[in-house]
């Protein structure tokens, strides 16, 4: 029989601390993007294989780094932020984090709203079925 997974024991991500995680996060997919470029430029390859690559590192660290080790993407760690599902209470899967970020670009400022409400969960979080909570 599956257990279900109480809310009330956990705390809910401070919406400020999600931007910065975010913030951070993005900064980490465009540190991605220089360094493969850099160790690109040494191999002869050809440009649009290269320039397939150069984008495809970090769209894939920033769709799927919450399904790191504890649903911790690394800019989530520092603030101790954690991605779980919302039934299971178990850290962010692979689809999940694919789920909640793949469109996340496109819904930015609906995305940036969402968190503010009561339930802070933005559409990704919806689709995924998972919230951000503090660790602890």
Not at 2 to 15: G, K, N, R, S
Not at 101 to 125: T, W
Request: glycine fraction near 10%; include cysteine; charge should be positive.
């Amino acid at each position: 029989m599956h257990e279900i997974f109480d809310l009330t024991e956990v705390t809910l991500a401070h919406p400020g601390k999600r931007y910065q995680g975010q913030f951070i996060d993005g900064l980490i997919a465009v540190f991605l993007f220089f360094i493969t470029h850099h160790l690109l430029s040494s191999i002869e390859m050809d440009a649009s294989v290269a320039g397939g690559i150069k984008l495809l590192v970090p769209i894939c660290y920033f769709v799927f780094s919450d399904a790191l080790p504890g649903g911790q993407s690394l800019g989530k760690k520092p603030f101790g932020l954690r991605v779980i599902s919302k039934t299971t209470g178990k850290p962010c899967k692979v689809w999940q984090s694919f789920m909640r970020n793949a469109f996340s670009p496109i819904l930015g400022i609906i995305d940036a709203v969402l968190i503010l409400s009561k339930q802070r969960q933005r559409l990704g979080d919806l689709f995924a079925n998972t919230i951000v909570v503090k660790d602890g």
